[in-house]
């Protein structure tokens, strides 16, 4: 590479993480062309021309257990990024996201006096604020996507921005084009399933929601279903799950892989896996109901560990139950159906959650211009 040209390591540790950093790098080089970038990401950074040492899908685990069963895997992926630090010298370490991984490659990078951005703030607010003043020393710009998030560092000394969420602009896209034809069973109202994006999720979050589906058309029989299953190795989880299924049932869940705005706006409500597709099905404007199921000793060390009331990111944005949360041993088909049918009906409920999403999408725009995370990340190479 050339002295003239500025490197870049970049960690994105998840298929989100990897989407969010592929559009920040296009979003970058519109104004920087002089940017080398390597690290660790998958299909939309490889895209993105971005060299990648390890693959984004190899990162990618949930929950306590899993973290621990692979600890040797992440500690050579750590040593490795870490050695690529002192060799390459790059002039930033920009870190997306995956905090338990990111905030101690940090201090690394820190330690090495190489300049640390970091997008997508970790959850400090709502668990770990003990490391709120630990990144304030190891941090030289944190690019936050929740408004909110700008107060948490009041006083810290870190430079915290807040550059708008990448969800909205891609809603923005899916809105403004015509509906496309999607394989939706006939009949109605439509039901969109979005059970996660992860194996262990579709084993333990799907079943409740096809038991849920067949509680609904117990009481509606023309209501219909679609699943859009995030990459094709998760459709085929799905597929399994619903081959076990008697043939009525399948007969009336649509499945097509990706594709998740258009299934979401075409649906009267939702059943959403707790996560990122919460918003999105916020901005979207599509009622829901939120879900989790994980291992009961992920669960019992997460209530330990969590400092807020909810863990729908939609909740949370609203800091009020707008979607109503059905978690754990919660999560059963019966209560999910009864909130449900308030949703497809023209409720007081449905009213109230659709004025609560128009809120979510104001606040997640912003007010006022804002700069992008590419404008703020090409700002602060330059400084």
Request: some cysteine; charged content about 25%; glycine content about 8%.
């Amino acid at each position: 590479m050339s002295a003239a040209r500025k490197k870049i390591m970049i960690v994105a540790g998840e298929m989100s993480g990897d989407q969010h950093a592929a559009r920040l790098l296009r979003d970058l080089r519109e104004r920087r062309s002089d940017v080398d970038v390597f690290g660790i990401g998958g299909d939309e950074l490889r895209a993105a021309g971005v060299q990648t040492v390890v693959d984004a899908r190899e990162m990618a685990v949930m929950g306590f257990g899993e973290v621990v069963a692979r600890y040797p895997f992440f500690r050579r992926v750590f040593k490795r990024m870490e050695a690529l630090l002192r060799l390459e010298k790059p002039d930033a370490l920009l870190l997306v996201d995956y905090p338990g991984f990111n905030l101690r490659l940090a201090a690394r990078a820190h330690a090495l006096g190489i300049p640390v951005f970091y997008y997508i703030c970790p959850m400090v607010w709502a668990w770990h604020r003990g490391r709120i003043p630990r990144m304030a020393k190891i941090l030289d710009l944190l690019m936050v996507i929740f408004p909110f998030e700008v107060d948490v560092f009041k006083g810290t000394g870190l430079r915290t921005v807040f550059v708008g969420h990448p969800l909205v602009e891609s809603v923005r896209r899916t809105l403004a084009t015509s509906l496309p034809a999607l394989p939706w069973p006939a009949g109605g109202p439509r039901v969109a399933l979005l059970p996660g994006s992860r194996p262990q999720e579709i084993a333990r979050i799907l079943p409740v929601m096809l038991d849920t589906a067949r509680e609904l058309r117990r009481r509606a029989p023309a209501t219909v279903f679609m699943i859009p299953a995030a990459s094709e190795e998760i459709r085929k989880r799905i597929e399994a799950q619903l081959a076990a299924r008697p043939a009525e049932e399948q007969a009336a869940i649509g499945l097509v892989t990706g594709r998740m705005h258009d299934v979401v706006r075409q649906a009267r409500a939702a059943m959403v896996c707790s996560g990122t597709a919460t918003l999105e099905t916020a901005l979207l404007g599509c009622p829901q109901i939120v879900v989790y199921r994980t291992t009961w000793i992920t669960y019992g060390i997460g209530r330990l560990l969590i400092q807020v009331q909810w863990i729908g990111m939609v909740n949370l944005v609203a800091n009020r139950t707008l979607c109503p949360e059905f978690i754990q041993h919660r999560a059963r088909p019966v209560a999910m159906a009864d909130a449900l049918q308030a949703l497809l009906a023209d409720t007081p409920e449905r009213a109230a959650q659709l004025e609560g999403l128009q809120e979510i999408a104001r606040a997640l725009a912003g007010e006022g211009p804002i700069k992008s995370a590419g404008q703020q990340v090409a700002e602060a190479l330059e400084s």
